[in-house]
């Protein structure tokens, strides 16, 4: 009870410290290093091709499809799943809204049950394929697992928390929330902070694109 009592206090204090220090730090980062004044003529709107190579860098491209789909379905499934257990489990959004004090509308809990064990599955056999996947296994380093993992531990430990399938409940429940934390202080200094700067990146390779008059 002790250690359930320091991570959902002091542990998680700190955890979100580091997490909106981090965040706030690399955002800074990005705007620092600024964009070089273009004194050439334009041809294009930068605007509206900002938006569109937005949208459709967030569609598959068929290429990339058609040589591996499971890649690309297994990413958007477990993308899809690990929002929607975050962001739409009631409990979750109790948290939120006690800390943020921000609320929306959940979803039932069974469906919420059903969607992190898709999830949980997902990641691990897009683990295997890496590991199995010699061009994978070789482009893949050391932040590339450390960020599978910290992505992992908190839909598995949340899973066993709710079907109490470890005893006492308040050290699972507490494993749970620390790996929340784990994942907080993780994330704004490895690959994960595309979850931020992925919007940004797009337009701006778009409008780049748009203002030399081709397409993104």
């Given at each position: 009870m002790d250690f359930l009592l320091w991570v959902r206090g002091p542990g998680f204090d700190i955890a979100l410290v580091v997490f909106l220090i981090g965040i706030l730090i690399r955002?800074?980062?990005?705007?620092?290093?600024?964009?070089?004044?273009?004194?050439?003529?334009?041809?294009?709107?930068?605007?509206?091709a900002g938006l569109?190579?937005?949208?459709?860098?967030?569609?598959?491209?068929q290429g990339s499809f058609?040589?591996?789909p499971f890649t690309v379905v297994g990413g958007y499934i477990w993308h899809i799943g690990?929002?929607?257990?975050?962001?739409?489990?009631?409990?979750?959004?109790?948290?939120?809204n006690a800390t943020l004090g921000l609320s929306w509308p959940g979803i039932a809990?069974?469906?919420?049950?059903?969607?992190?064990?898709v999830t949980i599955v997902t990641l691990l056999a897009?683990?295997?394929?890496?590991?199995?996947?010699?061009?994978?296994?070789?482009?893949?380093?050391?932040?590339?697992?450390?960020?599978?993992l910290v992505t992992f531990l908190p839909m598995?430990?949340?899973?066993?928390?709710?079907?109490?399938?470890?005893d006492p409940y308040p050290l699972v429940l507490g494993l749970h929330i620390l790996s929340v934390e784990l994942?907080?202080?993780?994330?704004?200094?490895?690959?994960?902070?595309?979850?931020?700067?992925?919007?940004?990146?797009?337009?701006?390779?778009?409008?780049?694109?748009?203002?030399?008059?081709v397409q993104s």
């Open positions: 955002l800074l980062e990005v705007l620092i290093l600024g964009r070089k004044p273009d004194h050439s003529e334009p041809r294009g709107a930068e605007l509206g569109r190579t937005l949208m459709t860098r967030t569609l598959p491209e058609k040589r591996s690990f929002f929607i257990t975050l962001f739409l489990f009631v409990p979750h959004i109790e948290l939120i809990s069974n469906l919420i049950d059903a969607v992190a064990a897009m683990l295997f394929s890496r590991l199995s996947h010699p061009v994978k296994q070789f482009l893949s380093g050391p932040e590339d697992y450390l960020t599978w598995l430990t949340g899973y066993l928390a709710y079907h109490r399938m470890i994942l907080m202080v993780v994330f704004p200094f490895t690959k994960l902070m595309h979850a931020f700067t992925f919007i940004f990146a797009r337009w701006y390779n778009g409008a780049m694109a748009g203002r030399r008059g």
